[in-house]
């Protein structure tokens, strides 16, 4: 059963969250069963968090990071527009099923919509059934596409 968060905030990422969002990443890592290497992480991710290149949102409760989402402004050729891309979004097990999901959706869609955006794309693992049932209550299609990674 879900953990009831009563003081729950959710906010914008500062450098001193990046301890505990990189130890979120190696979580989320390990949930979609991917390999997930730590190295310099925290200075990277430092860099891109403070040049404004990602946004990155956290749920908070008495200063331990529950979930966060990163998140990026991105065109499409196809529609010849701007779009916000979802790169990830992850809480911890305790904190998932009690609404946090779509509080931090609801946030990244009133983002979108100050930058003047009408879409927000993401994608999940095929077998994150959880994840694709969440997405479909919140309304999103789905398209099926391979995701490639070319390493050069």
């Given at each position: 059963?879900?953990?009831?968060?009563?003081?729950?905030?959710?906010?914008?990422?500062?450098?001193?969250?990046?301890?505990?969002?990189?130890?979120?990443?190696?979580?989320?890592?390990?949930?979609?069963?991917v390999t997930?290497?730590?190295?310099?992480?925290?200075?990277?991710?430092?860099?891109?968090?403070?040049?404004?290149?990602?946004?990155?949102?956290?749920?908070?409760?008495?200063?331990?990071?529950?979930?966060?989402?990163?998140?990026?402004?991105q065109f499409?050729?196809?529609?010849?527009?701007?779009?916000?891309?979802?790169?990830?979004?992850?809480?911890?097990?305790?904190?998932?099923?009690?609404?946090?999901?779509?509080?931090?959706?609801?946030?990244?869609?009133?983002?979108?919509?100050?930058?003047?955006?009408?879409?927000?794309?993401?994608?999940?693992?095929?077998?994150?059934?959880?994840a694709i049932?969440?997405?479909?209550?919140?309304?999103?299609?789905?398209?099926?596409?391979?995701?490639?990674?070319?390493?050069?």
């Open positions: 059963m879900p953990v009831k968060f009563k003081k729950m905030k959710i906010r914008l990422a500062e450098k001193k969250d990046l301890k505990q969002i990189i130890k979120l990443c190696k979580l989320h890592a390990d949930y979609e069963k997930y290497n730590s190295t310099n992480k925290e200075s990277l991710l430092a860099n891109h968090l403070l040049n404004n290149s990602i946004k990155c949102l956290v749920a908070e409760e008495n200063s331990q990071i529950k979930g966060y989402a990163t998140f990026m402004k499409s050729t196809w529609d010849t527009e701007f779009y916000i891309y979802l790169d990830c979004l992850f809480f911890k097990e305790e904190a998932r099923g009690n609404g946090l999901g779509k509080k931090m959706m609801n946030e990244i869609k009133n983002y979108a919509k100050s930058e003047s955006c009408d879409i927000i794309q993401w994608q999940t693992p095929n077998f994150n059934l959880k049932k969440f997405y479909k209550t919140l309304g999103a299609n789905h398209k099926t596409k391979e995701r490639f990674f070319w390493n050069i």
